[in-house]
């Protein structure tokens, strides 16, 4: 049997109804156990980001940096190519789902950092460290937990944070410009190798560079293809209201696709691209030694909503409105496509270069984080070993077949996740009393 044909099964049995339905349940319990916070501090979030933020002494990342990292990590190619592949798959109604799960998004998001800042350890140097290898170690098992989940989220960083995301910088780069893609991987690797060389400091001043920059250039080329076809805006809304119900009835690509599908669709690409529950904004916010574990988890919440309701919706949009999403294409050229429609020939450089920034903002801030799991699981040895597998991860994806390594990536995806859910739920009477006491002191 293709052992791509069975991982991908494999995959699809993983990420079947059961986990769709745990995510959803637990988005509900968190959403009410926290009073609905992603609705009652949305604005809260907002303030804060912008609001003076506190020098933090003895730390690695600051909350705001920990903020900025954490939407870099989830604004990746997995919201320019997994989008338009969700659509083409379930049909304009995947947009819709999409939104329902960024709302139980912000909950978990906002539930698993508030665990990182509330439950932490010094280490031997005095340092503060959060995040789920620590606060797993509160539950029952938790110790051997602790160490699967540190081991699977090294992994994952090198294959997802890295691997896959330089595959498809170098694809993108390849295709629109005709570069070899030995020259991309000798250039990937000297940036990497430049960003390690500089310790987690250079990685967080890159990433509070890289991330801002690739937001705002998606934002203002999105909205040009919006202005361009925005006599459809309202009709394409019509379309994703009506799919996210009725898939069937809209016809085109999604014939003979049921509602279930689109559902799972638009849950599992708002997963895979926000990235709620996996854990890597509790280890961003985790490092920030944090004073104010409720003020700075309102925070979190922000990343999520812009990487789903801003950009991961946003994409959706473009390629709906411009009339292009049942035209046969999937994953980037679909993307393309929407954008051909404001830019003509001018869209595959457009894409490219947004497929480069979005690779890069998910490197540089996944260098961080799993350089913290590195050195949780090793008790803070081996550092160069571990700049070292990093850089040479960014030659292997760049030039390695990735349909394999995506497949891992989404099994191990799983894995992170399920063992994330579990400390979220056991803790969660307790978190519950500790935000109600929090809340009546909270300062913005």
């Known amino acids: 049997m293709d052992i791509n044909l069975l991982f991908e099964n494999f995959v699809q049995l993983v990420w079947s109804w059961p986990a769709i339905i745990l995510f959803v349940l637990i988005g509900i319990a968190t959403t009410i156990a926290y009073n609905f916070v992603q609705f009652r501090h949305f604005l809260d979030s907002i303030r804060i980001v912008f609001a003076k933020q506190e020098k933090t002494e003895g730390t690695e990342i600051s909350p705001i940096q920990a903020f900025i990292s954490a939407l870099g990590s989830n604004t990746g190619n997995g919201s320019i190519a997994g989008i338009a592949t969700g659509i083409f798959i379930g049909g304009p109604g995947v947009a819709f789902w999409l939104l329902v799960a960024g709302i139980f998004s912000m909950a978990m998001r906002f539930a698993e950092v508030y665990l ?42 090198f294959i997802a944070g890295n691997a ?85 009835a809209i016809g085109g690509a999604v014939v003979g696709f049921t509602i279930q599908q689109t559902i799972r669709m638009g ?112 008790n803070n040895r081996w550092p160069l070993v571990f700049s070292v597998l990093y850089c040479l991860s960014t030659v292997v994806g760049c030039l390695s077949p990735v349909v394999l390594i995506i497949n891992i990536a989404d099994i191990i995806n799983a894995i992170i996740f399920f063992i994330n859910m579990y400390p979220i739920v056991y803790l969660l009477p307790k978190m519950r009393r500790q935000y109600q006491a929090d809340v009546k002191h909270l300062k913005i």
Do not use: C
Not at 211 to 240: D, E, M
Not at 363 to 378: H, N
């Open 267 to 378: 849950l599992t690409k708002a997963l895979f691209s926000n990235e709620a529950g996996l854990g890597t904004a509790a280890v961003l916010f985790g490092a920030s030694g944090s004073k104010h574990p409720l003020r700075d988890s309102i925070m979190s919440m922000l990343s999520v909503f812009i990487s789903t309701f801003v950009v991961s919706f946003l994409v959706a949009l473009t390629i709906i409105s411009s009339g292009v999403w049942n035209n046969g294409l999937s994953s980037t050229a679909l993307t393309i496509s929407a954008f051909e429609t404001a830019f003509g020939g001018y869209a595959g450089w457009i894409i490219t270069f947004l497929s480069a920034s979005f690779g890069l903002g998910v490197i540089v801030p996944f260098a961080f984080i799993t350089r913290e799991s590195w050195m949780y699981l090793t």
């Open 116 to 157: 990182a800042t509330s439950i932490t350890e010094m280490t031997p140097s005095g340092v503060a460290k959060g995040g789920p290898m620590v606060y797993l170690k509160k539950v029952p098992f938790g110790n051997v937990l602790a160490f699967v989940y540190t081991v699977a989220m090294v992994v994952f960083g």
């Open 164 to 248: 896959i995301q330089s595959n498809s910088i170098t694809v993108s780069i390849a295709k629109t410009w005709g570069f070899s893609i030995y020259s991309i991987a000798a250039v990937l690797f000297v940036f990497i190798i430049y960003v390690m060389l500089g310790g987690s400091q250079r990685m967080i001043a890159i990433s509070d560079k890289l991330v801002p920059f690739k937001v705002g250039l998606f934002l203002i080329t999105s909205i040009t293809v919006l202005i361009v076809n925005y006599k459809n805006i309202l009709p394409a809304l019509s379309l994703i209201l009506e799919g996210a119900f009725r898939p069937e």
